[in-house]
């Protein structure tokens, strides 16, 4: 939803104001209704962003668990 208002915005300005004006846009003008789209989306965001930071710590865990013995043995000879 977002994305696509900010591809249709052609001013190469400031990106905070381009990205107000969108929100405003969906938003019909409501500036309360663009704040609470902008915080949902933002929060959204920050979800996603955590949850692949998660996914990657599990398969580095992962990876150093199963590389440690195969270390371990070369280690050993």
């Given at each position: 939803m977002l994305t696509q208002a900010i591809a249709a915005q052609t001013d190469h300005g400031c990106p905070v104001d381009a990205i107000s004006r969108a929100y405003l846009g969906i938003a019909g003008g409501?500036?309360?209704?663009?704040?609470?789209?902008?915080?949902?989306?933002?929060?959204?965001?920050?979800?996603?962003?955590?949850?692949?930071?998660?996914?990657?710590?599990?398969?580095?865990?992962?990876?150093?668990?199963?590389a440690a013995p195969e270390a371990a043995s070369k280690a050993e000879s």
């Open positions: 409501d500036a309360g209704i663009a704040l609470r789209c902008a915080i949902a989306d933002a929060l959204s965001d920050l979800m996603d962003a955590e949850r692949r930071t998660r996914e990657r710590s599990r398969l580095i865990s992962r990876g150093y668990i199963r």
